[in-house]
């Protein structure tokens, strides 16, 4: 029988859902799209019915997302969040609380098909198994919505026939059996309950009465835009947070391996520090990164901040605020200030203010630059000769409440210097390294010769109580043996020394005698202050390692497939370019013999050709025409901070005045390449890599150090691959998008949303591009050059291994050319390369320095280099005990956004400041 409808005549919901759904044995559902608003109409209904439901309808999913278990998760989160649920149910959390009810319960089953498997779902159809065991169908215009069922106008025809049910039966079944149907995910069902119980704190105020974390991070873009956070990055915030509410503060070295995400602990715990205190927070990281730092706090936290440029503070708007004096930078608009080590590094007059000022937190990224003079074997125990950098640090310690130090190298090559880092630390806290006259101040050395275990402490040993009670470690650590002495010896908190009055009082007592039997339990190798205040976990362990609350890995191994590494695989250079990179030696030789200091200008030439040949032609092209300016090369690799010396430092003469010799070798280096047209073998690898290996179908970021080899690739690429968009991701204005060898300008951030939309497949990056950028739908790596500092290739592994990736296993090609320099570095590091990145967790910076002796010949002392990098790590770190599971995505309670904001936005005083941008000039 046929029955035909007309919301003109009578509502839908009366006339037909309600009916129909009541004690109904089933309900197959083809909807558009389903909302939960039809549980306003059909609520109860559903919930009496004796049956379950199932329902298919469109999503915004990509085919690609489909494919693999782990991106369509990801994807369905990312659309989910992208309607903000948060406020578009802000009035209907019942609604939400009942659909999380009747998925939890089986009752109710999703699915969701990609809008381009099939085009939108425009069928509106369904299959009611009724009451009494007979079945009707219908199609029609309605959606599963309230506003289709009850206000829209639509029609619907109904028909019971065993032909018609059986015809949108198998309509529905094909649909809920493809391979392209996907259910809800769970993050999805359980954000559901979190909104349903959803409440605003209202303000600043407020929050503090509990202190949360969860609460003004849970609906920040990083949850609700990207993938949320690890275990161990959740776990550090919070040991972190904890501690700078107490009255000693929070003192860390964070030394978690590259790739780990130390920026969005530290710059979280930065905010949850502002929001909890008054003081400012200060923060200092290398100049390359300042605007990064400021980029990914404001797009990943939503948190306000303000960078100084050298001359005035620029906020995360880009509003510069100008502000004559000398104490200019004390005036920063921002709860959090960030500032370039150059300025410390140089010993700048302009940090003077800083020096006087009392801070909530100091925050220092890469702080093992700050470091002693007097290093090596036998030098332990000297006082520390200190560069600037740490020297300014100390005087910053003694100002802050709280300091966190991050490093992915806390030893570089000796062990003493991460003594030196929690030396740093120490000068603001007895907690850290004790009092002035401690042990483990006095006497370094042997300090690390214990916890290394290379000699023991034993119990009888006279200077046992002194190691032991300054500092004594805090209960948390063992509450049965330090909790129940501290409370023996009524000790607070926040003591953290054994006073020797105490020791008289307990002597000869069962008390006394249990603080000497203490070292019998390993004390020296288990609480000691390396392993209290150095926090290191490392991608293996949390790979290989299960949290035995969850019963999972801490995080998800991504296997990396590395290429390149066998010596068959450099690549040949043909006759003509092998020409051309002798002249490009040559010309380093002569340079060498003429220059003593210098190495950055005189290394230059060979870098860049190192990476391709025409980022090498340029190069020497900029050589011959304007060899003056040289110094100031726009080079992507550079930072002040790691050149102890200015190239332009020595004789003008010297240096500015290019001689006969040299001059000819770069004339003989550019009409070599200019004479033969055939392309760099680099890009043919590329090429086939990317189109007979299959790499651009997993997609593909290429880096390259500079921009001048990025930008050629990319245009190459896009002229053989015309329908291809290649995207072009580097510093300044220079990213932008090719498309059949046309190029068009864009920001960085549309580049990212493409590549994350996958409407660009192929992305050609700088190194700028291997910090703050998420690639989880790339699946492939293709590094055109090695970087002369290693820890580069560990930032850029770190894009595509990385939380969210869709691939279990990614492809990495590493590039050289054979009988390069960088040839010649792999060959005499290939066989410690792999046995000190597993000492370490990455290769220590101070390995910059083999490239540099090899490219101008000085192999002993290249292999002397080498030979310094200990042969064991020099500490066993417990990485576990820094781990473990966090629960904040189950937070009900959230900070305003706005209050939170508006908190933040404090600046460090409240003078007058003015602010100059090409929108406004005004006075606040």
């Not at 069928?123 to 309230?146: H, P, W």
């Not at 797009?299 to 004096?325: C, F, H, T």
């Not at 006279?462 to 129940?484: M, Q, S, Y």
């Not at 880096?703 to 001048?708: A, N, V």
Request: proline share 4%.
């Amino acid at each position: 029988m046929v029955y035909r409808y007309s919301s003109r005549k009578k509502r839908l919901d009366e006339a037909f859902l309600n009916e129909k759904l009541i004690n109904a044995k089933a309900y197959d559902r083809i909807a558009g799209y389903f909302s939960s608003s039809v549980l306003e109409i059909a609520g109860e209904t559903i919930e009496k019915m004796e049956g379950d439901i199932r329902v298919v309808c469109n999503s915004d999913l990509e085919i690609e997302d489909v494919k693999i278990a782990s991106a369509s998760m990801g994807a369905m989160r990312k659309e989910w969040c992208s309607i903000k649920p948060e406020e578009r149910y802000i009035n209907a959390p019942h609604r939400l609380k009942k659909l999380y009810d009747l998925i939890k319960s089986g009752k109710l089953r999703v699915k969701v098909i990609p809008n381009e498997v099939f085009g939108l779902i425009h069928g509106k159809a369904g299959v009611i198994s009724l009451k009494d065991g007979s079945k009707t169908s219908f199609v029609g215009s309605v959606n599963e919505t309230l506003s289709a069922w009850r206000l829209n106008y639509e029609l619907l025809w109904e028909d019971d026939s065993e032909e018609a049910v059986a015809w949108v039966q198998e309509e529905f079944d094909y649909f809920w059996n493809s391979p392209y149907a996907v259910p809800l995910s769970d993050f999805i069902v359980e954000d559901m309950k979190r909104i349903s119980e959803r409440k605003i704190i209202h303000s600043v105020k407020e929050w503090k009465e509990e202190e949360n974390p969860a609460s003004t991070v849970i609906e920040t873009p990083v949850y609700r835009q990207e993938y949320g956070l690890w275990e161990h990055q959740k776990y550090f915030v919070n040991l972190a947070f904890n501690d700078h509410k107490k009255p000693s503060g929070a003192r860390y070295v964070l030394a978690d391996m590259v790739g780990l995400g130390k920026t969005i602990q530290l710059a979280l715990s930065a905010q949850l520090m502002a929001l909890h205190g008054d003081k400012p927070i200060l923060i200092i990281v290398p100049k390359t990164l300042l605007w990064q730092w400021q980029n990914e706090m404001n797009s990943l936290l939503d948190m306000p901040s303000a960078v100084w440029d050298g001359n005035a503070w620029v906020d995360e708007n880009r509003i510069k605020y100008q502000s004559s004096g000398d104490k200019a930078i004390k005036k920063c608009p921002r709860r959090v200030g960030i500032v370039s080590q150059g300025l410390f590094t140089a010993n700048s007059e302009k940090i003077q203010p800083l020096l006087n000022m009392e801070y909530e937190c100091v925050i220092v990224d890469e702080a093992h630059r700050a470091r002693r003079y007097n290093r090596g074997l036998g030098k332990e125990n000297e006082k520390p000769v200190p560069n600037n950098f740490m020297k300014l640090l100390w005087e910053l310690s003694k100002r802050t409440k709280s300091m966190l130090l991050a490093t992915a190298t806390p030893v570089q090559l000796f062990p003493i210097e991460a003594w030196d880092l929690l030396y740093i630390l120490s000068q603001g806290s007895d907690e850290v390294l004790g009092s002035n006259l401690s042990m483990w101040r006095r006497k370094p050395g042997e300090a690390i010769d214990y916890i290394m275990g290379k000699e023991r402490l034993e119990r009888f040993d006279p200077e046992v109580v002194d190691w032991i009670r300054n500092p004594f470690p805090p209960a948390k650590e063992n509450p049965l043996t330090f909790g129940e002495l501290r409370k023996r010896l009524n000790m607070k908190d926040k003591d953290c020394i054994i006073r020797l009055e105490q020791l008289d009082k307990i002597k000869n007592t069962p008390v006394g005698r249990r603080i000497g039997r203490i070292i019998d339990d390993n004390f020296m190798t288990k609480n000691n202050p390396f392993i209290r205040h150095i926090v290191r976990r490392t991608r293996d362990f949390l790979e290989n390692n299960i949290d035995e609350k969850t019963g999972e890995t801490y995080l998800k191994k991504i296997k990396v497939n590395l290429m390149g590494e066998d010596d068959t695989e450099a690549i040949t250079l043909p006759p003509y370019l092998q020409e051309a990179y002798h002249y490009a030696e040559q010309f380093c030789e002569l340079l060498q013999k003429r220059v003593h200091g210098g190495g950055f200008l005189k290394t230059l030439l060979l870098k860049r050709v190192g990476s391709t040949m025409i980022a090498g032609r340029n190069t020497a092209e900029k050589m011959l025409n304007d060899w003056g300016n040289i110094g100031s090369y726009d080079d992507e690799d550079f930072e002040e901070e790691d050149i102890t010396e200015d190239p332009l430092n020595e004789s003008e003469s010297k240096i500015k005045d290019i001689s006969e010799g040299e001059k000819e070798c770069l004339v003989n280096f550019i009409q070599t390449l200019d004479t033969n047209k055939d392309k760099d073998p680099k890009y043919q690898l590329v090429f086939k890599l990317l189109i007979e290996d299959h790499w651009l179908e997993r997609g593909c970021i290429i880096f390259s150090q500079y921009y001048d080899s990025a930008f050629w690739v990319a245009e190459n690429l896009s002229n053989d691959l015309k329908t291809e968009k290649i995207g072009i991701y580097a510093g300044g204005e220079k990213s932008g998008l090719l498309l059949n060898g046309i190029y068009e300008r864009k920001s960085k951030e549309e580049i990212k949303q493409m590549v994350k939309r996958r409407e660009i497949k192929i992305l050609v990056g700088t190194d700028a591009a291997s910090e703050g950028l998420n690639l989880q739908t790339l699946g492939t790596l293709i590094n055109l050059d090695l970087p002369w500092n290693p820890t580069r290739l560990e930032q850029r592994k770190g894009r595509i291994q990385r939380i969210g990736q869709v691939y279990d296993e990614v492809f990495i090609y590493n590039m050289r050319y054979k009988d390069s320099v960088e040839d010649r570095v792999h060959s005499i590091l290939s066989e410690r390369l792999e046995n000190i990145h597993g000492l370490f967790g990455q290769i220590p910076d101070v390995l910059e320095d083999v490239w540099v002796k090899v490219a101008l010949r000085q192999e002993e002392e290249a292999l002397q280099k080498i030979d310094e990098v200990p042969k064991q790590h020099p500490f066993e770190l417990r990485y576990h005990v820094h781990v473990g599971k966090v629960d904040w995505e189950s937070c009900t309670k959230i900070l305003d956004r706005r209050e939170k904001k508006k908190y933040l936005m404090k600046g460090w005083n409240n003078g007058t400041i003015i602010i100059n941008s090409k929108s406004c000039n005004k006075f606040i």
